[in-house]
């Protein structure tokens, strides 16, 4: 305020003007430069006897005295450019999803005003401020945007935000004028829709103002943010649930795991108040199998406000997914055995072993049939592609022939394939692959080393082991319990007791876990490390279709020798790596379902024993509604894609759909390589989403206006709105001088020079 | 290796005397090792060091001119010479030095197999006990060797029972993988000590813990985990061990018994770490 009583305009026309003089710089002005300077001299004279430090300040106050005189003899104005009147809109757009129907203030009970009510109440002052030389268009928005009469008829009923989408629609589409700004009212909640792509908006030019609503955080509300489920697991094992709760006061919620109307868990949890985001996982089991709708609820124990977001849920597959591992083993040893005994526990990984047990025999474990692996390697291409993880251990590559180099080769790159390659005196280089093609498919560059007194690259020492910053973020690394403890976890494991020194990482490998060699120390019974120099442990890659891995170690057996018989950290991590890299690998027969908007977008993948594509064939999807009365929709065929289609649905739900291929493939052999069964569920529509993250969403907001050259206003000032629309640069623009010679801060410096000067004088005794 | 009965009874003062000869004729090399001071990339044929109770000819004996305990014998020279037939027969890397721990020992885990000989005097602390068990539900494997007859058997039963209680004995038909993972064994084979050798393969009962029983059927009994792998071997009335310890005693030694002794080690060895 007192900025443009002062310059006489406002802010922002001196952000985007420049200044500069109308008058010319003529006689009259020369004539006055001279008197004036002159008269200056004459006074001047008058404080001879002064000495120069007390001269000069004086000189000085003068000359700005003089200076501001001739500046406005000069006639100096502010050239800027601003909205021309009468030929610009200003689109105001309101915000009419269901998040605008919660209360507006953090206290419900403080302020009972919502926010879409403040929102109503700003709209005319909103109008009266952007409608200096504009014209104003109201349009309002949830899930699409749409034009607007008038506030009153708006309520909050929509069930989905999209606000970036559609600020993009409006500054793109919008052709009717040429739109200066966009005032959006809004709590900004964004739960459609992609909120990080503001590159088509911002191209617009349009600046964007929104007018934040709502509070930064509301009392009472107990929150689930996340509800974490994988979305296949088999029948009648354990499972967690992990729940990420907010809340901000601090109390005790009742938590429950359902299958429909079955409990299928239930906990006390006590939250503190000092920790506003809580993560817990709850452990349930998956009982038969079948598609499910798994939902958790939290009942807190006091009034929640927002009782809608204590739900989520989650469709799962429970489902057998038996996951074919063929592991190569050159010399018998530990780490065989304790794989072995790992993978056993595990009912859902069919763990075939093949293992040269002297220079002549080789043992065979896991074989489903008295031919499979008589041979020894895979006879045939498509045998070997029957099988999801390949491990190949410390065997020499002189154990197979050329042609199944190339088979191994292609079972990663083409098949799809994951492989895992292990430690050992005749692992790696040091075993001969380095010249195979199966080189080219590792994560790791192998290197021979050379000469008579090169040290062999597989040898024993101590090493800790830990992961890295992308293995923290990464399954494998994940021991359950509390995610804080993961890097606990692995440093209290007991250490390695070798290392298989690989070579430098190809440019597109991951480094999961780091190996550390260094310095340890004894605690209690055990060695533990305290600092040591990191090494790449286990390396994963994706290698063409496929995937491959190097652990550069064969001593994990000691995290189950070694430590107590409860604890289950060396089971967990390599059935959770068999896991990974196994369920990484392409199924024969794939079935993908998408919600896109009202449509399932149904894709089929289907490939012969040799991973061909699977053509000159029909199928049919069967669809299944929420309501029930199942229909079949053909699919069609996608050139080298397999098959798809998008079906319209009618409403929203839990839709199934089953796909019949039966007879696409006579000639596959019932070892064949995992089909994810050609099911599942899809939902269409959240319930309740517009009770998730209701708060006040500020950061979307000042990325918004950052982006379009905008400002976030607040519901309680949005006094230089229009203003700011009128100087925004946006819209038809006309160029205009403001006159300054009558802008107060020019009389008010003059007066001030010249107090300045008579008290400096007064002062120092020159009057 | 077998023993001589006592003729007189033990006393507390000779036992002394001869534990302390026993233990600085020891040989040095095999002292209580640190973790890691092996080699851990190989196997490592591990030897159980434990208490027996009785006096001379029961918890020791006197033997090619030293005391013996009861758990080194056939010690390290059994092992030495089963690593290096290992080495060359298999592809198993063994390791030519053996260790030698107590069931206490926090590193007995850095050994997943543990052999243990003579046991039919054995005698096993609450700490053992505990020790053995938590290295069996980790997943190691115990095998036992050289006892005979019924009394020794009992002896084995009584302290395993506590250890694993309720679990049972089974005694392995020839059928049994371990018989077959790279030798194709179609007899359990009875090895007996070197002096005995030469009139047959059954022991004299009078060598052995009264009453002796049957002491003519040599077999492998074991104890099982919940998924059918075995934990715990025992080769009763045989002395495997001693099969490898005496491959050099002789012609008709070697070719009658150390190879069979070799066939049923290698197998055992095999088994155990493919299981």
């Given at each position: 305020m007192w900025f443009e009583w002062l310059f006489k305009y406002p802010r922002h026309a001196y952000q985007q003007g420049e200044l500069a003089f109308a008058g010319e710089i003529g006689v009259l002005w020369w004539t006055a430069a001279i008197v004036l300077l002159a008269l200056s001299v004459v006074f001047s004279r008058r404080l001879a006897q002064w000495s120069v430090l007390r001269r000069v300040p004086i000189h000085l106050l003068q000359i700005a005295a003089i200076g501001v005189i001739l500046a406005l003899i000069a006639q100096p104005v502010l050239e800027v450019t601003r909205l021309a009147p009468g030929v610009n809109t200003v689109a105001v757009l309101f915000d009419s999803s269901a998040s605008m129907g919660l209360p507006a203030a953090s206290d419900s009970k403080a302020d009972g005003r919502t926010r879409q009510q403040v929102a109503k109440d700003l709209v005319t002052r909103v109008v009266d401020q952007a409608t200096g030389g504009a014209k104003t268009v109201l349009f309002h928005f949830d899930d699409r945007l749409a034009r607007a009469e008038s506030t009153e008829a708006l309520e909050p009923r929509g069930a989905r935000s999209r606000l970036v989408d559609a600020l993009t629609d409006l500054a793109t589409?919008?052709?009717?004028?040429?739109?200066a700004a966009i005032v959006v009212l809004t709590d900004g909640a964004q739960n459609a829709g992609d909120s990080t792509e503001l590159e088509a908006l911002a191209a617009a030019g349009v600046p964007v103002h929104p007018v934040a609503i709502g509070p930064a955080h509301i009392r009472g509300d107990v929150e689930l943010l996340e509800f974490a489920l994988p979305s296949r697991v088999s029948p009648d094992t354990e499972l967690s649930a992990?729940?990420?709760?907010?809340?901000?006061?601090?109390?005790?919620?009742?938590?429950?795991?359902?299958?429909?109307e079955s409990v299928l868990a239930a906990e006390t949890l006590s939250l503190d108040p000092g920790t506003p985001v809580v993560t817990k996982d709850i452990p349930f089991a998956t009982g038969p199998e079948g598609l499910k709708e798994i939902t958790v609820e939290l009942e807190p124990t006091t009034e929640d406000p927002l009782p809608g977001n204590n739900v989520r849920s989650r469709l799962l597959e429970v489902d057998r997914d038996r996951y074919r591992v063929l592991y190569l083993e050159g010399e018998p040893r530990w780490e065989f055995k304790f794989i072995r005994r790992t993978v056993a526990e595990d009912d859902d990984i069919d763990l075939v072993t093949w293992l040269r047990t002297t220079a002549?025999?080789?043992?065979?474990?896991?074989?489903?049939?008295?031919?499979?692996?008589?041979?020894g390697f895979p006879k045939s291409r498509e045998a070997l592609y029957r099988y999801d993880l390949v491990i190949i251990g410390s065997l020499p590559a002189t154990a197979l022939g050329d042609e199944q180099h190339d088979w191994l080769a292609a079972y990663v790159a083409e098949r799809g394939g994951s492989l895992l390659a292990l430690a050992g005196r005749r692992a790696l280089a040091d075993g001969g692959w380095d010249v195979k093609p199966l080189a080219d498919a590792l994560p790791v560059v192998l290197e021979r080393r050379s000469g008579?007194?090169?040290?062999?690259?597989?040898?024993?020492?101590?090493?800790?082991?830990?992961?890295?910053?992308?293995?923290?973020r990464s399954v494998l690394t994940d021991f359950g319990g509390n995610p804080e403890d993961r890097a606990r976890n692995w440093q209290t494991l007991p250490l390695l007791a070798d290392y298989h020194q690989i070579g430098a990482l190809k440019p597109g490998a991951t480094t999961i876990l780091e190996a550390l060699e260094g310095v340890y120390e004894r605690r209690g019974t055990d060695i533990v490390i305290r600092e040591g120099k990191p090494v790449p442990l286990l390396v994963t890659q994706v290698y063409g279709y496929g995937r491959s891995a190097v652990l550069a170690t064969a001593s994990t057996w000691r995290w189950r020798m070694r430590t107590p018989p409860d604890d289950q950290r060396h089971s967990v991590f390599w059935r959770q790596l068999i896991r990974h890299l196994a369920g990484a690998s392409l199924a024969r027969q794939r079935l993908s379902v998408a919600v896109e908007g009202d449509s399932l977008d149904v894709r089929v993948g289907l490939k012969n024993q040799r991973f061909e594509p699977v053509q000159g064939t029909a199928l049919m999807a069967r669809i299944t509604p929420p309501e029930g009365g199942a229909f079949e929709v053909p699919l069609s065929p996608v050139p080298g894609a397999g098959f798809a289609e998008t079906v319209p649905v009618r409403g929203p739900g839990v839709y199934r759909v089953d796909v019949d291929t039966t007879g696409t493939d006579p000639g596959a052999s019932p070892l064949t390589a995992r089909a994810d069964g050609l099911k599942a569920l899809a939902r269409v529509g959240t319930p309740n989403l517009e009770q998730f993250e209701a708060t006040l969403n500020e950061a979307l907001l000042l990325r918004i206006a950052e982006a379009t050259g905008g400002r976030v206003w607040r519901e309680d000032d949005v006094s230089g709105l229009g203003d700011a629309i009128a100087f925004g640069g946006a819209g038809v623009q006309e160029r205009q001088q403001l006159p300054l010679w009558n802008a107060p801060i020019l009389y008010v410096l003059l007066v001030l020079l010249k107090c300045a000067e008579w008290s400096l004088r007064r002062y120092w005794g020159g009057i | 290796m077998t023993r001589m009965r006592p003729p007189i009874g033990p006393r507390f003062t000779k036992k002394m005397v001869a534990m302390l000869v026993a233990t600085l004729a020891a040989p040095a090399a095999f002292a209580q090792a640190s973790p890691f001071e092996y080699d851990l990339t190989n196997f490592i044929p591990t030897r159980i060091e434990y208490h027996s109770i009785g006096g001379q000819f029961e918890a020791y004996y006197y033997y090619d001119g030293r005391y013996w305990e009861r758990w080194e014998t056939d010690f390290p020279q059994a092992e030495q010479n089963f690593a290096k037939r290992l080495r060359e027969l298999t592809a198993v890397v063994a390791s030519r030095s053996p260790a030698r721990r107590r069931l206490t020992d926090p590193d007995l885990g850095d050994s997943p197999l543990i052999f243990m000989s003579d046991v039919g005097y054995m005698r096993l602390s609450k700490a053992e006990i505990d020790g053995l068990r938590t290295f069996l539900h980790n997943g190691g494997f115990l095998w036992v060797d050289d006892f005979w007859g019924d009394a020794e058997w009992r002896s084995l039963e009584v302290a395993m029972e506590e250890v694993l209680p309720g679990k049972r004995w089974t005694t392995l038909p020839i059928e049994h993988p371990i018989f077959h993972t790279v030798f194709d064994i179609q007899e359990m084979p009875q090895i007996p000590a070197r002096d005995f050798a030469r009139w047959g393969t059954t022991e004299p009962a009078t060598q052995h813990r009264y009453p002796t029983g049957s002491m003519t059927t040599p077999s492998i009994r074991?104890?099982?985990?919940?998924?059918?792998?075995?934990?715990?071997?025992?080769?009763?009335?045989?002395?495997?061990?001693?099969?490898?310890?005496?491959?050099?005693y002789g012609e008709f030694y070697f070719e009658n018994f150390s190879t069979k002794a070799y066939r049923v080690g290698i197998n055992v060895i095999v088994y155990a770490l493919t299981h």
């Open positions: 589409n919008y052709d009717e004028a040429a739109l992990r729940l990420v709760i907010r809340h901000h006061d601090g109390q005790e919620v009742r938590v429950r795991v359902l299958a429909g002549r025999k080789t043992y065979r474990q896991g074989t489903a049939d008295p031919e499979e692996l008589a041979d008579p007194d090169a040290p062999p690259s597989y040898a024993a020492g101590e090493y800790g082991v830990r992961p890295t910053e992308q293995g923290l | 074991a104890y099982k985990d919940d998924d059918g792998r075995l934990m715990v071997i025992a080769t009763h009335n045989t002395d495997i061990a001693d099969g490898w310890e005496r491959e050099s």
